[in-house]
């Protein structure tokens, strides 16, 4: 790490980072909404139904990062709107390519 702080929503693991996220399904498209309560609030396109808002979330979040889908897990939350999601890069990098699209969504 090169001594940056990282922001609330973003935590160093020894297995790359977590991203904590607020989750608000069945919105009308998948996007980054902003901040709330210190994690990244995502609307997601997918219904809380049978797990398809998680992989729903996992997917954009890949995509949103530029990486593969196997990269990003889900470490918490399975039934809830707030997750934890293991991402398998350096905090560095999800920082990089997070900040661009909270830029957008303000």
Request: charged content about 25%.
């Amino acid at each position: 790490m090169t001594g940056t702080p990282l922001p609330p929503w973003l935590l160093a693991h020894r297995d790359g980072c977590v991203v904590l996220v607020s989750v608000q399904p069945g919105a009308r498209r998948s996007e980054l909404a902003g901040l709330h309560d210190g994690t990244l609030r995502v609307r997601v396109a997918a219904p809380a139904l049978e797990g398809r808002a998680n992989e729903a979330l996992r997917v954009w979040l890949a995509e949103g990062l530029r990486c593969a889908p196997s990269r990003v897990r889900l470490l918490r939350g399975d039934k809830s709107r707030r997750k934890q999601l293991l991402v398998d890069l350096a905090p560095e990098q999800v920082l990089a390519r997070i900040e661009p699209l909270l830029l957008q969504a303000q």
